[in-house]
């Protein structure tokens, strides 16, 4: 054996000694060290026997940790020239892919699901029952026309209910009405509840009353305010013409008016759910970071810089969540028209709903209602992710 021999089997054999003492201490080297020792003593099987970096196992012995890393050893023999030799090859795997058997659930585990359960359970039952075999039902029906009184008899007609509501006038003037309505609505609502919310969020005394006050009309029933309603707005003996007449104004016919029937039931709709929208949008002020306003104030901004640039822009979810409730509330309105004017007079206040009832209970064309609250559906579902789409959140905090 030539001296440069001997010399690279003795630089070996320091680096198997060094390697041995550092796995007996525990020590773990960096990836790049080992990586650059690795490419300079070259592949492993060019090694001599027994050159190999141990590895460290972790404390349930069953895999090893080695540079972040989840590996198995594996001893397994390998032919060479000089014959057979054993070495150990590591396996490595990442820790990410390293297959770990589930724990069986605990009892604890098992009691928290079945009490969730046992909650979640009716309100699911009722969803199913009252929501979606409705919904199911109601499509079937579209597509058959029968009587209530008969439903025996329902004969399958296709598509021919949706054809007829194109052929008629009827439920394009429903669509109509019940359009104007829900825009009437939503044009009211939003800026008269943002500006109460306003008022509410100011330091003034009594709030809790005051918003009493204002969500009273909210928790009300709907019959009681039609009802209620109706009187106020007499042609004859109603407290508003009482009023009107004071300031020398002729007594008005409101509901009896084709012209003054559906604003009235706007107005009617407008004094019941501002409380709700000002109540909506005082919790997202309330959620507002003071900081903002603050910062703002001391850069000079006015308050009214400060609502139009700060305000209203952290407030866009809010107000798409406030737009998507009224319009689809005003779209789904029954009560006014059935208790007020029973979509009178000469249909300027059929609302579509109103139109569904009738066409189905009293008209006795249950498939055609169907097929008409089919369309209100989708029409709905339609503007809903329309709103959405043009108000969604451009702004976070």
């Known amino acids: 054996m030539g001296p440069a021999a001997a010399a690279r089997t003795e630089v070996r054999a320091v680096r198997q000694a060094r390697h041995r003492r550092a796995a007996r201490r525990g020590l773990r080297r960096r990836p790049g060290r080992a990586d650059g020792r690795r490419r300079e003593e070259g592949p492993a099987d060019a090694r001599p026997l027994g050159h190999t ?27 060479t020239d000089a ?8 396996t490595a795997a990442p820790a990410r892919t390293t297959a770990r058997a589930r724990k069986p659930a605990t009892r604890r585990q098992k009691r928290d699901w079945l009490f969730a359960a046992g909650f ?3 309100f699911m039952i009722l969803l199913l029952i009252f929501q979606y075999v409705p919904l199911m039902l109601m499509a079937k029906n579209s597509v058959y026309d029968y009587s209530l009184l008969n439903p025996a008899a329902a004969k399958f007609v296709g598509l021919r209910n949706f054809a007829d509501m194109i052929e008629y006038e009827d439920a394009a003037v429903s669509f109509g009405v019940t359009f104007l309505f829900a825009l009437g609505v939503v044009l009211t609502v939003i800026p008269i509840a943002f ?5 509410l969020n100011s330091k003034l005394p009594a709030r809790g009353l005051v918003r009493t006050m204002i969500m009273l009309p909210v928790v009300t029933s709907a019959v009681v305010v039609a009802t209620m309603w109706s009187f106020l707005l007499d042609p004859s003996n109603g407290l508003v013409n009482g009023v009107l007449n004071l300031f020398g104004i002729a007594n008005q016919p409101f509901l009896t008016s084709t012209g003054q029937a559906l604003p009235a039931l706007v107005v009617m709709t407008l004094w019941q759910q501002v409380g709700f929208g000002a109540i909506l949008f005082l919790a997202g002020l309330q959620g507002l970071p003071p900081e903002l306003t603050e910062a703002a104030r001391i850069d000079g ?18 107000t798409l969540f406030v737009v998507v409730i009224m319009t689809v509330f005003s779209l789904q309105a029954f009560a006014p028209a059935f208790l007020m004017t029973q979509g009178g007079p000469q249909e300027a206040t059929n609302l579509v709903v109103y139109h569904i009832y009738n ?29 959405m789409a043009l108000l969604r959140a451009r702004w976070n905090h």
């Open 53 to 79: 970096r141990q590895p460290q196992l972790s404390h349930r012995g069953e895999t090893t940790r080695w540079s972040g890393m989840a590996i198995d050893p594996v001893i397994s023999l390998r032919r």
């Open 83 to 90: 014959g057979m030799s054993t070495s150990n090859t590591l």
């Open 120 to 122: 979640l359970a009716p």
């Open 301 to 318: 901004a006015t308050r009214r810089q400060v609502l139009w640039n700060v305000t209203i822009p952290l407030l866009s979810r809010t």
């Open 195 to 199: 500006l109460l919310a306003l008022f």
């Open 359 to 387: 066409t189905a209970f009293i008209m006795q064309q249950a498939g055609y209602a169907s097929a008409l609250s089919v369309v209100l559906l989708l029409v709905v579902l339609a503007i809903s992710m329309i709103q």
